[in-house]
Nanobody, 117 residues
Framework: QVQLEESGGGLVQAGGSLRLSCTAS????????MGWYRQAPGKERELVAT???????LYGDAVKGRFTISSDNAKSTVYLQMNNLKPEDTAVYYC???????????WGQGTQVTVSS
């Protein structure tokens, strides 16, 4: 079955760094875009960053200049390097994998990132 296995979340002080990883398995078709979204308590899920199969990237405004997304297509893995973390970055971070035609949209189970002030 399809799995998106996330790792790297945890507790860090403001100004610190974390690196998230997500590996997709069980997907027989190529993936068009992988990325990260996050959801804080009481808020809607929002885009953090995505990377397309052609390596172009898209970032949410809140993380531009601090977070960097990268991928290893051969390993179906996406990484999120998070620097200069702020307490407002505290959320559950979800990995996402999509294909446009034919379409699929898969989510990981989420990994908690907590930034203390």
């Amino acid at each position: 079955q399809v799995q998106l296995e996330e790792s790297g979340g945890g507790l860090v002080q403001a100004g610190g760094s974390l690196r998230l990883s997500c590996t997709a398995s069980g997907i027989s078709s190529s993936i068009d875009v992988m990325g990260w979204y996050r959801q804080a308590p009481g808020k809607e899920r929002e885009l953090v960053a995505t990377v397309f199969s052609g390596s172009s990237t898209l970032y949410g405004d809140a993380v531009k200049g601090r977070f960097t997304i990268s991928s290893d297509n051969a390993k179906s893995t996406v990484y999120l390097q998070m620097n200069n973390l702020k307490p407002e970055d505290t959320a559950v971070y979800y990995c996402n994998a999509q294909r446009f035609i034919p379409s699929f949209n898969y989510w990981g189970q989420g990994t908690q990132v907590t930034v203390s002030s």
